[in-house]
């Protein structure tokens, strides 16, 4: 089973950047992929960015050129950060991992609020 912290959310000015950050612990033999997915108030929780144990990552349109994401295989941690932020990035973002023979795990989440 893993277990995911998530930190670095919170209110930023349109254009502005934010960093998340996502640590796994718990018991598993491999983490194949972590990720973050977002959710805005009333819609439905999108994929935004993930990273395999190798390969280039893959990063959804709407945030390509802004947004990188970055993993350390060996402490198991994954990193967005978030540049030239807009207003329509507003959501809760959530850190996701793809571990073992097809298990998943979540996070909390943690609030990204990009306002003027």
């Known amino acids: 089973q893993v277990h995911l912290v998530e930190s670095g959310g919170g209110l930023v000015q349109p254009g502005g950047s934010l960093r998340l950050s996502c640590a796994a612990s718990?018991?598993?033999?491999?983490?194949?992929?972590l990720a973050w997915h977002r959710q805005a108030p009333g819609k439905q929780r999108e994929l935004v960015a993930e990273?395999?144990?190798?390969?280039?990552?893959n990063i959804v349109d709407s945030v390509k050129g802004r947004f990188t994401i970055s993993r350390d295989n060996a402490k198991n941690t994954v990193v967005l950060q978030m540049n030239n932020l807009k207003p329509e990035d507003t959501a809760v973002y959530y850190c996701?991992?793809?571990?073992?023979?097809?298990?998943?795990?979540w996070g909390q989440g943690t609030q990204v609020t990009v306002s003027s």
């Open positions: 718990g018991n598993f033999f491999r983490i194949n992929a």
């Open positions: 996701k991992a793809n571990y073992d023979a097809g298990d998943a795990a």
């Open positions: 990273q395999y144990s190798a390969g280039p990552p």
